[in-house]
T-cell receptor, first 115, second 106 residues
Framework: DAGVIQSPRHEVTEMGQEVTLRCKPI?????LFWYRQTMMRGLELLIY????????DSGMPEDRFSAKMPNASFSTLKIQPSEPRDSAVYFC?????????????FGSGTRLTVV | KNEVEQSPQNLTAQEGEFITINCSYSVGISALHWLQQHPGGGIVSLFMLSSGKKKHGRLIATINIQEKHSSLHITASHPRDSAVYIC????????WGAGTKLIIKP
């Protein structure tokens, strides 16, 4: 298995633009998590899905952020409009179940810079 | 008070030294995770524990459920072990510690 695949690896965009981050979880993993990492706040859980259904999006910072999981093999995190304070590394992780009893596998992350 | 506390925050040691990183938590958990993040940024899951002890190569992780405490040990440390080591506990989601930045000098 190729692991959790995130794209792009790096994204530089101008303030006000729409940004879409993509994630392909490991086949057979039922839970998918989006995290954001900054120096100031460390790792923050933004949203997680179980069986393609969003379970908890309380970590999503603002209405500018939205996430979808249209099928078991693909998820997107969208920021519209983007702001400089959204600059961070965004990680996607998947696990076999929502209780993470089988551990997590992380993607390599997307480094987002909003200028 | 944070729900997951790690110590130390920073640790610098010489190659070959035995390393211990500690993690204490205050919530009920289904499992505890140790993860490693290298300077390049990728996060790798090292261990998932719900009891006892696990060993992978030079890495050993232990957990004491009654005391709500876990330790990560590195034997015969090497400069390539330099990374941030993160403790996280899970119930329905991961609750992260702040991480321990480890530097091993040759």
């Amino acid at each position: 298995d190729a692991g959790v695949i995130q794209s792009p690896r790096h994204e530089v965009t101008e303030m006000g633009q729409e940004v879409t981050l993509r994630c392909k979880p490991i086949s057979g993993h039922n839970s998918l998590f989006w995290y954001r990492q900054t120096m100031m706040r460390g790792l923050e859980l933004l949203i997680y899905f179980n069986n393609n259904v969003p379970i908890d999006d309380s970590g999503m910072p603002e209405d500018r952020f939205s996430a979808k999981m249209p099928n078991a093999s693909f998820s997107t995190l969208k920021i519209q409009p983007s702001e400089p304070r959204d600059s961070a590394v965004y990680f996607c992780a998947s696990s076999r179940d929502i209780h993470s009893n089988y551990g997590y596998t992380f993607g390599s992350g997307t480094r987002l810079t909003v200028v | 008070k944070n729900e997951v506390e790690q110590s130390p925050q920073n640790l610098t040691a010489q190659e070959g030294e035995f390393i211990t990183i500690n993690c204490s938590y205050s919530v009920g958990i289904s499992a505890l995770h140790w993860l490693q993040q290298h300077p390049g940024g990728g996060i790798v899951s090292l261990f998932m524990l719900s009891s006892g002890k696990k060993k992978h190569g030079r890495l050993i992780a232990t957990i004491n459920i009654q005391e709500k405490h876990s330790s990560l040990h590195i034997t015969a440390s090497h400069p390539r072990d330099s990374a941030v080591y993160i403790c996280a506990v899970s119930n329905y989601q991961l609750i992260w510690g702040a991480g321990t930045k480890l530097i091993i000098k040759p």
